[in-house]
């Protein structure tokens, strides 16, 4: 198969880059590249990589994306080492990165701890050392909640729950932290897709990263992460139980969107996490499920 590396006219490279784009050998197999892009691994004689096409509707702004992991890669953040960015022959943007693995797999308590670890390194990280534009402070609620004044029941709440936790966009923040974007690679562990990174929240990030883990893989894991990012961060357990409602609102937003993955047994899940919840449990049921696309 050829080289698809050679069809892309690069925009900014790495000197790694000039050196695989000789490569005799190239294998290519699709990746999960999730609804926004499509991605391959590469390889390259005998050297792995990875490359994300956005060929679809999404088009962010890869050229930053790049700028963004070469710096957060250059001072030890949790993040693909990044080779260049370009354009293929239809306009599409590609980013090419190092390949660190596969999605985290096999979890238990360490594993949590390590994750919840991660997240907090990335919360951490110095964002003066960033240099001025590489991230931005969106409007929160335009930002992660698309449309969602179009659904009144969810706004009216939103609007209400984000005045009690009185948002502050100060740090950086990987946007949307899930198992498919956790990479493990002989122990180590890689944050992927920084798509969403931006000034934002901690408390959303480890919230959102809670409720996607309570809601596919289960109340255990989930209430495992919880403890682990309060024992990381410093928050106290009331303002992530209330950044948790925050972030199942956007689940039931993106849920009536089709956005996200659903079954009878996810929406079960997601009411159970509904009703543990002391700022969403006396709207369990069909107050906030109503509207939700059919599982």
Same mark, same amino acid.
Request: proline share 3%; glycine share 8%; hydrophobic share 45%.
């Given at each position: 198969?050829?080289?698809?590396?050679?069809?892309? @006219?690069?925009?900014?490279? +790495?000197?790694?880059?000039?050196? !695989?784009?000789q490569a005799a050998k190239v294998t290519i197999m699709p990746l999960n590249g999730g609804l926004e892009a499509d991605a391959m691994q590469l390889?390259?004689?005998?050297?792995?990589?990875?490359?994300?096409?956005? @060929?679809k509707q999404s088009r962010p702004d890869v050229a930053k994306q790049y700028r963004l992991l070469k710096h957060l890669h250059r001072h030890g953040g949790p993040?693909?080492? %990044?080779?260049?960015?370009?354009?293929?022959?239809?306009? &599409?943007?590609?980013?090419?990165t190092?390949?660190?693995?596969t999605p985290l797999a096999k979890l238990n308590?360490?594993?949590?701890?390590?994750?919840? &670890?991660?997240? +907090? #390194?990335?919360? $951490?990280?110095?964002?003066? $050392?960033l240099e001025n534009g590489l991230l931005e402070r969106y409007d929160f609620v335009d930002y992660f909640y698309p449309g969602i004044r179009q659904h009144p029941d969810l706004h009216s709440l939103l609007q209400e729950?984000?005045?009690?936790?009185?948002?502050? $966009?100060?740090r950086l923040i990987h946007g949307d932290v899930n198992l498919g974007n956790v990479l493990e690679l002989q122990g180590k562990l890689t944050?992927?897709?920084?798509? @969403?990174? $931006? !000034?934002?929240?901690?408390?959303?990030?480890? #919230?959102?990263?809670?409720?996607?883990?309570?809601?596919?893989?289960? %109340?255990?894991?989930?209430?495992?992460?919880?403890?682990?990012? !309060? #024992?990381?961060?410093?928050?106290?357990?009331?303002?992530?139980?209330?950044?948790?409602?925050i972030a199942c609102i956007r689940w039931l937003l993106l849920h009536r969107l089709a956005y996200v993955p659903s079954s009878k047994g996810i929406l079960s899940k997601v009411t159970s996490y509904i009703e543990s919840n002391a700022h969403l449990r006396e709207y369990a049921g069909p107050p906030l499920l109503q509207g939700t696309a059919k599982g």
């Open positions: 198969m050829e080289n698809r590396l050679a069809d892309i @006219n690069w925009m900014e490279k +790495s000197g790694e880059l000039d050196r !695989l784009l390889i390259l004689n005998d050297e792995q990589v990875v490359m994300k096409t956005w @060929n993040v693909s080492k %990044p080779l260049g960015w370009g354009m293929d022959s239809e306009g &599409h943007a590609a980013l090419l190092s390949f660190d693995g308590k360490a594993a949590i701890v390590r994750l919840a &670890h991660m997240i +907090s #390194a990335v919360h $951490q990280f110095p964002v003066e $050392q729950l984000v005045a009690a936790g009185r948002i502050k $966009q100060e944050i992927v897709d920084w798509t @969403n990174g $931006q !000034l934002g929240d901690p408390r959303f990030d480890m #919230a959102w990263a809670i409720a996607l883990l309570h809601i596919y893989v289960g %109340p255990r894991y989930g209430t495992m992460l919880r403890a682990a990012c !309060l #024992a990381q961060s410093g928050y106290t357990a009331d303002e992530l139980e209330l950044f948790e409602a």
